[in-house]
């Protein structure tokens, strides 16, 4: 699948954005789905994984009570709804699909395949 991320912005600390990575192709439905970001000078990190049926979702701690991850396969559209912005959330987000082979919906960059090229959120304190 290819990928197109979406909805990055410069906010102020508290405020909310929704993340939007379409994708194209029919096999959408047959994958998990991730967020990662990246930080200037920072590693990417795992963010948030959906299964690709939507029933089963999974955060980073840093982003748990905050962050909600969805999916509408019907229009082949992961999102990510960020609440309660902080500054250290300031990074690239990138969306990213692994073909699901099983249960397991993975939470490592290395397990997917396929990369949106990633939407920049900047939140200022």
């Known amino acids: 699948v290819q990928l197109q991320a979406s909805g990055g912005g410069s906010v102020q600390a508290g405020d909310s954005l929704r993340l939007s990575c379409a994708a194209s192709?029919?096999?959408?439905?047959?994958?998990?789905m991730g967020w990662f970001r990246q930080a200037p000078g920072k590693a990417r990190e795992f963010v948030s994984a959906?299964?690709?049926?939507?029933?089963?979702?999974y955060y980073a701690d840093s982003v748990k009570g905050r962050f909600t991850i969805s999916r509408d396969n019907a229009k082949n559209t992961v999102y990510l709804l960020m609440n309660s912005l902080k500054p250290e959330d300031t990074a690239v987000y990138h969306c990213?699909?692994?073909?699901?082979?099983?249960?397991?919906?993975?939470?490592?960059?290395?397990?997917?395949?396929?990369w949106g090229q990633g939407t920049l959120v900047t939140v200022s304190s």
């Open positions: 990213a699909a692994n073909r699901a082979t099983g249960l397991l919906v993975p939470q490592e960059d290395t397990e997917y395949r396929s």
């Open positions: 192709g029919r096999t959408f439905s047959s994958h998990n």
């Open positions: 959906i299964s690709w049926t939507g029933g089963r979702t």
